[in-house]
């Protein structure tokens, strides 16, 4: 986490032997947070001394303990190469080495393999425990912040008030808001991540995603040891439709400021329309729908005269008193079927990344299961959505054209999405007005 006591200490003790040694310091070299002992650890202060090991700047090196230079013999070799013949010493407050002398070698290469072996034997404790944690249901604690939102550093214990607000946000979520909108409302209430800042949109789609909040361990099957904060099946319906929305328009989109902008199509190429100002003839600037996909362009429509047909499309269906009873949430079924098929799915990547350096293989085949699995997951999560946006139609049943219009935009448009498919088709005559004959609704 960035503290530098231990390292201050450190040097406090190396430059205390120095002075009794009667060596002047010459330079100081600090790796901050990084372990001596990890194979793969890059440490730039480490390589710099070395660099002036081998230019001759440095005699001597004081440590305060020998793992906190090395703790691979490969290390130590490397450093010793660069000694060779310069009279280096190394010294720590347990004693002093003489890096040209064979004794003195030998016994540092005794010391560096011990100190490997520790490092090997702490790193299988902490995976055995891992392990032992993983069989009871429990994860590692930590993290930015040092717990999860909802949970106490233990990673079991719920925080009643952030409990609160994680299914605040799930239920907003399933009646059509934006997490947009959410962490604008949170923003101004005041409320923070457990690092202290505000909430933003990719920070609570990913926590909403989170199995651990449906009770489940990271894999999203296994059963955590925590009770859940979300109902599991409500949890795959708040996943699904956030999935939904992401895969239905971009990061860079106006959808916030327009009821139809990335759900009305294009009739001719089928691409989403997007919010297209011009200048109309009279010098004013309006604002329309307009296909902008590249050899295609061929759809533009007024955004008010769009927009009111299909809301009054849209009232009309939700007016109709015959709409169905609110469903009933998504069966757990649906939702341990696609953990299931998300498991499978993993192990076949796995079995493929595997052979992949093995030609003589039948990878093609895998490779076709791999599809086969991508179906059936695309398939799970359409009836999941569709089951979600039947709750929302149902829930808003009987709903007048002022109401609707009171409605926040984000759930407008998520009304719009599980009434209608909108294809907007190129206009059929030329000149001013709006003719509904080019506008095809879909019911869902």
């Known amino acids: ?147 999860a939102f909802g949970f106490a550093t233990d990673g079991v214990t719920h925080y009643p008030h952030e409990v609160k607000l994680i299914r605040e946000a799930a239920r907003r979520i399933l009646a059509g808001e934006s997490a947009g909108a959410i962490c604008a409302d949170w923003r101004e209430r005041g409320i923070r991540t457990v690092t202290g800042i505000p909430f933003g949109h990719f920070p609570l789609r990913k926590m909403l995603q989170r199995p651990r909040l449906a009770g489940l361990m990271p894999d999203g099957i296994a059963k955590a040891a925590w009770e859940p904060v979300l109902d599991p099946g409500d949890w795959q319906m708040v996943c699904a439709v956030l999935a939904a929305r992401a895969a239905g328009f971009g990061t860079a989109t106006n959808a916030r400021r327009y009821l139809l902008s990335g759900i009305a199509e294009c009739g001719v190429c089928g691409w989403p329309l997007q919010v297209n100002p011009s200048k109309g003839r009279d010098g004013r600037y309006v604002v329309g729908y307009a296909c902008r996909e590249a050899g295609c362009k061929k759809v533009y429509r007024s955004q008010p005269h769009l927009d009111a047909y299909v809301t009054g499309a849209v009232v009309r269906r939700l007016a109709n008193r015959s709409n169905p009873e609110p469903p009933m949430p998504a069966p757990s079924g649906v939702a341990a079927e696609l953990a299931a098929l998300t498991e499978r799915r993993a192990e076949v990547e796995d ?88 506008v095809i609704l879909s019911p869902r």
């Open 1 to 147: 986490m960035g503290d530098t006591t231990k390292t201050d200490d450190q040097e406090r003790i190396c430059r205390e032997l120095a002075a009794r040694l009667g060596w002047d310091v010459a330079e100081v070299y600090t790796d901050h947070s990084r372990s001596a002992w990890a194979r793969n650890r890059k440490r730039p202060a480490w390589d710099a001394m070395l660099a002036a090991v081998d230019a001759g700047d440095i005699s001597a090196i004081v440590v305060y303990h020998g793992d906190r230079l090395i703790r691979q013999p490969d290390d130590l070799g490397a450093l010793l190469k660069l000694a060779d013949g310069k009279g280096v010493l190394l010294a720590s407050p347990s004693g002093t080495r003489d890096l040209a002398n064979y004794d003195d070698r030998f016994v540092l290469y005794i010391e560096a393999a011990m100190a490997m072996r520790e490092s090997d034997n702490t790193s299988r404790r902490r995976q055995a425990q891992y392990e032992r944690m993983r069989r009871q249901g429990l994860v590692r604690g930590g993290g930015r912040g040092g717990r």
């Open 351 to 438: 079995v493929i990344a595997s052979l992949a350096e093995h030609p003589g293989q039948r990878i093609d085949v895998l490779a076709r299961a791999l599809a086969s699995f991508d179906e059936k997951i695309t398939a799970a999560r359409e009836q999941m959505t569709a089951r979600a946006g039947a709750a929302l139609v149902a829930a808003h049943a009987g709903i007048s054209a002022k109401e609707f219009a009171d409605e926040p935009l984000a759930v407008r448009r998520e009304l719009v999405r599980a009434t209608f498919g909108i294809t907007v088709m190129p206009a059929s005559r030329r000149g001013p007005g709006f003719d509904p004959r080019d």
